[in-house]
């Protein structure tokens, strides 16, 4: 089992920044990517951002140029670095990992860490 474990948010006023961390830890033996998703109350759960093993990012276009994700394979850490931040930010925001062992692949979900962007 591969636990998850974030870090970092909170409330923020419009324009300012804030940093997620998560870690994961357990059974992980390969990671093959993290990423960051984030709900909205009454919205579906989106992609935010997501960092392969090998380094290649993707990210939202609502966030392109102003978030930043990044990992750090030696600790089974994904970061992602919030600037400018918008009022429409404000989400729960999860921390998911995927990889395998065993031969098998697996993936979870971290709990989730609010985030509040007032305007």
């Known amino acids: 089992q591969v636990q998850l474990v974030e870090s970092g948010g909170g409330l923020v006023q419009a324009g300012g920044s804030l940093r997620l961390s998560c870690a994961a830890s357990?059974?992980?033996?390969?990671?093959?990517?993290m990423a960051w998703y984030r709900q909205a109350p009454g919205k579906q759960r989106e992609l935010v951002a997501r960092v392969t093993s090998g380094g290649t990012t993707n990210y939202a276009d609502s966030v392109k140029g102003r978030f930043t994700i990044s990992g750090d394979n030696a600790k089974n850490t994904v970061y992602l670095q919030m600037n400018s931040m918008r009022p429409e930010d404000t989400a729960v925001y999860y921390c998911y990992a995927e990889g395998y062992i065993y031969g098998s692949d697996w993936f979870n979900w971290g709990r989730g860490t609010q985030v509040t962007v007032s305007s």
């Open positions: 357990g059974s992980i033996f390969k990671l093959n990517a």
